[in-house]
């Protein structure tokens, strides 16, 4: 891996991340296409804490609110600390349920290209629904909601299933208004990606602090830039970048105007699903190009 590698998935990380258009699928046909092979889920994770950086700059009176209610100065801000905990029970086991199955399913894009395809079909759908009813805000949100968002959510951020995607989906399905549903799908990234990052990152920044070798299950490709710099660089570039999509999408769902990235989603999707089942020569073939020699 060389620097501008890393920049450049750090800048695909931060702009996927809240875009529903699954980060982990874009980062891992982008690893392949670069590096010739997908990197260790702990550094996809390392980059993941500069997108949560974003989001606790750009949230930050939302969380003071919450921080509040927990201390009982603030009743709305309580409710909500209570939703955003019920929903993380069921992404941590989920999310740990599926962890295995996660990491192995970076060597196979063809469960990226099904997992964005499911994708543009929740987006399209979620995108109708809330133009057909009105919905409720976010303090009217119930128990169930909140554990149906979770739900789901511990199954996204892996196998091309966006995170942001499934979780505001999901959110209309239970009857929130799409800008509501945003707000808690992005408010719940908080805890999840710190979640994640605790799991994941024990045995990466120790080496990374101290200087020592990286566990082989962690080691970059051989002639790579040192992998302290690219952690580093690929976390700043994944915060700003993150932080304009967070007011990009923010501003795409006060109204249901979702169609646009379920179209992307599609075409990913079936990109993808090319790729992984007859690679790149099939892939030309499909696009009536020459196939190499």
């Known amino acids: 891996m060389q620097l501008w590698h890393a920049i450049l998935l750090g800048l695909i990380q931060g702009l996927t991340e809240f875009l529903p258009v699954s980060s982990t699928a874009h980062l891992t046909l982008a690893e392949h296409l670069l590096i010739g092979r997908g990197m260790p889920l702990a550094f996809d994770v390392l980059l993941h804490v500069g997108t949560l950086l974003a989001l606790v700059v750009y949230f930050r009176a939302e969380l003071g609110r919450v921080v509040k209610g927990m201390l009982g100065k603030d009743e709305e801000g309580r409710r909500l600390a209570i939703w955003l905990f019920l929903a993380m029970i069921p992404t941590g086991i989920l999310g740990l349920l599926t962890r295995t199955v996660k990491e192995a399913a970076k060597d196979h894009l063809w469960v990226y290209g099904l997992g964005l395809l499911l994708t543009a079909w929740l987006l399209f759908t979620a995108n109708e ?70 799991l994941e990152l024990k045995g990466l920044v120790k080496p990374l602090l101290t200087g020592q070798p990286l566990p082989p299950e962690l080691a970059f490709p051989g002639g790579s830039v040192s992998p302290a710099l690219a952690c580093l660089v690929g976390v700043l570039v994944s915060a700003a970048s993150g932080y304009l999509a967070i007011g990009l999408l923010d501003r795409f769902t006060k109204e249901p105007k979702l169609n646009g990235f379920a179209f992307y989603c599609l075409c990913m999707g079936a990109m993808l699903l090319i790729l992984g089942t007859v690679g790149v020569e099939g892939f030309r073939y499909v696009h009536g190009m020459p196939a190499t020699r």
Not at 134 to 139: D, S
Not at 150 to 170: E, K, Y
């Open 129 to 198: 629904r809330s133009k057909e009813k009105p919905g409720k805000e976010l303090e009217a949100m119930t128990a169930r909601d909140a554990l149906a968002v979770g739900a789901i959510q511990g199954l996204g951020g892996g196998f091309g299933l966006s995170r942001s995607g499934s979780t505001i989906a999901v959110g209309v399905f239970r009857g929130l208004k799409l800008p509501a549903s945003a707000r808690f799908s992005f408010l719940l990234g908080i805890p999840t990606i710190a979640a994640a990052a605790v």
